[in-house]
């Protein structure tokens, strides 16, 4: 299963976005009794020109159609440094050992 991502642009904008995608991803994520296999990572603007959101391969098995909604397209896993904003505590310790 691919990974998901959203690219935005313009600063001012990818702040806000990006708590808009966030926001509507954490109350699936609780909605749904926090699944340890679905998270949401984002990157951070330093040096950059965009920040991107990368959901992980399980958020698809349980919100596809915030996926489309969102406009995420399959992806890659992350290779560049991310947070974790949405997902079990755990989420970006697995990420790293290569586990999700």
């Known amino acids: 299963m691919p990974w998901f991502k ?15 995608v ?6 699936a994520f609780l909605a749904l009794d926090a699944p340890k296999e679905a998270a949401l990572f984002g990157t951070t ?9 990368y959901f992980s391969p399980a958020v698809e098995i349980y919100v596809k159609s915030l996926l ?10 992350p290779s560049e440094k991310v947070v974790l904003l949405v997902g079990d505590a755990g989420a970006l310790q697995r990420l790293q050992k290569g586990e999700i």
């Open 68 to 77: 489309n909604r969102l406009g995420a397209l399959p992806s890659g896993r």
């Open 45 to 53: 603007f330093s040096g950059r020109r965009c920040l991107y959101l």
């Open 6 to 20: 959203i690219e935005l642009t313009a600063a001012k904008d990818a702040k806000n976005r990006q708590s808009e």
């Open 22 to 27: 966030q926001a509507q991803f954490e109350a």
